[in-house]
């Protein structure tokens, strides 16, 4: 029986998350549209045949991958415009995030046609949620660049990146991107990297940039399975001419106003957090006590 809302309709091309390792992360919404499209566009047919018949799906299947998205797009277009309902899978997790269907997708909506999200697993968002790492602000860069100069300057861009940072990468670059990452962002910058995610064999390896280095170098199963590679943010700069001269307007507030109200217009003129102010000013106000 299927879910409320889970029915397929015509002329709506469905982007439908899929496990990134473990079956049993398919939602029953997934299974349903899946098994309720009349074609199923798939990165891998082969991949995606073994999930359907894992599923009890039989559908034909559409190959559109990256060297033929923009040739196939136009067929999958005029499919939906004679209303057929399409799902597009990628071999693994949720289609568009490093993985082809940013063509496909643009081109339905620019031709008013219905694009329905079917959300489901992400390597991005499961590695993070187990990382230990700052999640209320990050950036995800995708796969960073094969050649090693070209892979230095993307890291050096970064390296005053204040949100964590968040790459895919192939098991058999891994250990040089983590020796990069060592050089370029300091060996002392906290590193989490999440390899084989929902499998059998999930592995997490955490420490600072040069201890994660050394366990991989140390383990003989480092270059199996796709990684997930999470870099702490780097601490942002204090511009110490700014406290200076904050702390001396608190002073000149505190010697008029309450602490709160002081914090609040010292942020006001100065840009710099009310909370970290405040903080400042009961300090100060501390001292001139004593």
Do not use: W
């Not at 329905?116 to 499961?126: E, K, L, N, R």
């Not at 602000?137 to 230095?152: I, Q, V």
């Not at 002081?262 to 710099?272: F, H, N, R, Y």
């Amino acid at each position: 029986m299927s879910l409320p809302g889970a029915a397929t309709e015509s002329g709506v091309l469905y982007i439908v998350a899929t496990p990134i390792g473990n079956l049993g992360d398919i939602s029953q919404r997934a299974a349903d549209v899946l098994g309720g499209v009349d074609c199923i566009a798939a990165e891998d047919t082969r991949h995606s045949q073994r999930l359907l018949q894992a599923l009890g799906i039989q559908k034909p299947l559409l190959a559109l991958h990256e060297h033929n998205e923009r040739e196939r797009c136009g067929q999958v277009i005029d499919r939906l415009k004679s209303g057929e309902s399409i799902a597009l899978v990628s071999d693994a997790g949720t289609p568009l995030i490093s993985d082809p269907g940013f063509v496909l997708v643009r081109a339905a909506r620019a031709e008013g046609l219905r694009v329905t999200p079917v959300p489901g697993p992400s390597a991005i968002i499961t590695a993070l949620s187990a990382a230990g790492l700052p999640t209320h602000r990050f950036t995800f860069e995708g796969f960073l660049p094969t050649k090693r100069k070209a892979r230095a300057d993307a890291l050096a861009a970064l390296k005053k990146e204040t949100r964590t940072l968040v790459f895919y990468e192939a098991p058999h670059r891994v250990r040089e991107t983590m020796a990069e990452i060592s050089a370029v962002m300091g060996g002392d910058r906290e590193v989490v990297l999440a390899r084989e995610l929902t499998k059998t064999f999930e592995t997490f390896y955490s420490g600072t940039a040069s201890e994660v280095e050394v366990l991989l170098g140390t383990d003989d199963y480092a270059e199996r399975g796709e990684y997930v590679v999470m870099v702490a943010g780097a601490q942002a700069e204090t511009d110490e001419a700014a406290v200076v001269d904050a702390d001396r307007l608190l002073e000149v507030l505190l010697a008029e106003l309450p602490v709160k109200v002081s914090a609040k217009m010292a942020s006001e003129v100065t840009g710099l957090s009310r909370n970290e102010l405040y903080q400042r000013a009961l300090a100060l106000k501390s001292n001139s006590d004593r």
